[in-house]
């Protein structure tokens, strides 16, 4: 299954020339999902060519501006191109209020229904699960109620053993109904547990995003053992003390967040307009967390690798 | 005097690749104003140079969400930016509800003031008047309250007669008096009016916006003369029963209107979507009214020339 990650958006509230505002799309085996939605999501979902129709799940970290002043523009220009299928809005409490107000006031009726679902949790809730995944939220660590998602995909059918298919001359019929746990009856009438058939698959890939925050030891336990770490990097070390002042991550502090959560890989991105480049953002976190990359917009980057 | 409009947007509700929703800045002597502010528009103010801090009075045709989306990401960015001068904020009735409701729900609090000034008005009025321009608005037809925008500048001071300076041998303090009206004084005592001094100077130019909106002549009466329309045309005349519909728009209705409102020049806006490029509507506009333009993104267009 792929599961990769395209940025849309990677600038902190002030957007540049280079970086528009938090946005990205999960995509997990052809299933979209879309995490945060700034100003400018929809220009960058047609600029990124993904199909603005593919996503029925909208996933919003927290209330601030650059993470859902898209939010309306997006959902008008769905209903503008014929949508008809729901959206599901997974968001803190208040989004309802938000977009039915600003709906109202602007005369539209979208041609969909809008699916709320208000986040309001101290502790970490199965938010989602379909076919292709699961999405968990957390608390984090902001100035106002902010949420990180860990989303991880379904198990993978075990493998068959080497040798099997030909020991018994499968077919694919045969192989699928051994991956589903029914096992298999030989032609002599000799039944066959799939345990005995099967080697489990690799574990199911998992991806964290955590933006805005603090690095904080309370929701390290919800993103162990991740894939890919997304990590608010708003600032430098040297700017620590106005990074705490408004509760933002650093490089520093995305690096030690990866670390303690034995992330395989970390991915910084929120960066301040003040950085023109980040080189040397990635360069201090990797003097504790070495497989660390930086994000930009229009970046795709697959799991696992 | 320097009178020009860049476009920042021409599209209609539905951005494109090459066209953001509508917006866009005229600039009158050096002083800007913002008309229309879809989302997307503090980035456009970035792509073509103009200043996020230069405009303090901000006008909003209506409030479906492709002329006001952009403005919550603008103001946020002003403030971003340190801004602590007041931003004016001309727009239909609702607008403060909606601003001040988005604001305290992402728990942002601006570090300027805004002033509203809401618009609910069945007659032509004069919003604003200042060294460089007046102001006025007046009601459109569209399908929630919309207002057209007339923007005159100040008269120039007049200008001398030929011959008037050599013959008196004024000095550049002599010609300021005269021209503001306090006459001249010869060396042998006697006393010249100004306006045995002076011609008028050229007319006030003016530039009217009128989107969206059915042609109506209800309104041409307030934009008789315009050096430049700005009109909606959101469709070719073959889609105008669509039009009619929803209150929009056309390549005839527009040049319809430059017509019966005598203006100098038509500058076509507020294309749909299913445009890629807009010749076709200019063609036909122009076999009414052959003095007619296509707005585009990035489009610079000068007064009276």
């Given at each position: 299954m792929d599961f990769y990650i395209t940025i849309l958006g990677c600038s902190a509230a002030l957007p540049t020339a280079t970086r528009q505002c938090s946005s990205q799309v999960v995509n997990i085996d052809g299933y979209n999902l879309l995490i945060d939605c700034g100003e400018g999501t929809q220009n960058q979902i047609r600029r990124y060519r993904i199909?603005?129709?593919?996503?029925s799940d909208i996933f919003i970290s927290h209330l601030h501006g650059d993470h859902f002043f898209g939010l309306p523009g997006l959902l008008s220009s769905m209903h503008l191109c014929g949508r008809t299928e729901p959206v599901n809005i997974y968001a803190p409490k208040g989004i309802r209020k938000i977009l039915t107000h600003l709906f109202n006031a602007s005369g539209a009726k979208l041609s969909f229904e809008l699916v709320y679902h208000e986040i309001e949790t101290q502790e970490p809730i199965l938010l989602l699960e379909n076919k292709k995944c699961k999405v968990f939220t957390f608390p984090l660590v902001h100035s106002v109620p902010t949420y990180g998602f860990l989303i991880e995909e379904q198990p993978s059918l075990p493998n068959l053993k080497s040798g099997v298919r030909k020991t018994y001359n499968l077919s694919p019929a045969d192989i699928l109904k051994i991956k589903i746990g029914e096992g298999y009856t030989t032609e002599e009438g000799r039944f066959i547990p799939s345990s005995a058939l099967t080697k489990p698959a690799r574990p199911p890939k998992k991806y964290a995003y955590c933006c805005d925050?603090?690095?904080?030891?309370?929701?390290?336990p919800h993103i162990k053992d991740v894939d890919l770490l997304c990590f608010d990097c708003?600032?430098?070390?040297?700017l620590t003390y106005i990074a705490n002042d408004k509760l933002h991550g650093t490089s520093v502090s995305a690096a030690m967040a990866a670390k303690a959560a034995n992330a395989k890989q970390l991915l910084l991105t929120h960066?301040?307009?003040?950085?023109?480049?980040?080189d040397s953002l990635v360069d201090e976190a990797k003097t504790i967390f070495p497989n660390t990359l930086a994000a930009y917009d229009g970046m795709r980057i697959k799991l696992g690798l």
């Open positions: 199909k603005l129709q593919s996503m925050t603090l690095f904080d030891e309370s929701f390290i708003t600032f430098d070390s040297s960066f301040s307009a003040r950085y023109n480049d980040v």
